[in-house]
């Protein structure tokens, strides 16, 4: 079956929060992908070019949630990004007892951070997915 692809936007000083969320994904039976695209080079016009090409060709986004995004520009973009394409979205809290505020592109639209909450908005996402796109 064609997995779906699920980028992960975070705020650099979250990094470590991202990669428990995809090692959570590597030690179960994940029928999807985690995409992101760290910032290795300066947040600049090339970096959101290919951005924009990684995000739109995901399925769905999931954003890392802290006190640190609402400052993370790199990370708020990427949200901008993925609503202006069209993509389905949703905030993760990786904090449960000191959240972040929600930042207005994702439209309130948050969760805590649990595997069945993650895995349940995959399972959106695939389902909105066309017949042939997710056999093949």
Same mark, same amino acid.
């Given at each position: ?26 030690? $179960? ?6 995409? %992101?695209?760290?910032?290795?080079? #300066?947040?600049?016009? !090339?970096? @959101? ?39 389905? $979205? ?6 449960? %007892?000191?959240?972040?505020?929600? #930042?207005?592109?994702? !439209?309130? @639209? ?27």
């Amino acid at each position: 079956m064609g997995q779906p692809r699920i980028f992960i936007g975070f705020a650099k000083e979250d990094i470590r929060h991202r990669d428990l969320l995809v090692g959570q994904a590597q030690h $179960s039976v994940t029928p999807f992908e985690f995409r %992101d695209m760290s910032l290795n080079e #300066p947040f600049d016009e !090339k970096w @959101k070019t290919q951005c924009r090409e990684k995000i739109r060709n995901c399925h769905g986004f999931v954003a890392s949630l802290s006190k640190k995004t609402w400052r993370a520009d790199g990370a708020r973009w990427e949200m901008k990004c993925a609503a202006e394409e069209g993509i389905p $979205s949703i905030g993760i809290h990786i904090h449960k %007892d000191d959240r972040g505020a929600v #930042p207005p592109e994702l !439209k309130g @639209k948050a969760i805590l951070w649990r595997w069945e909450t993650v895995a349940n908005f995959v399972e959106r996402v695939q389902a909105k997915r066309p017949f042939w796109e997710r056999i093949l």
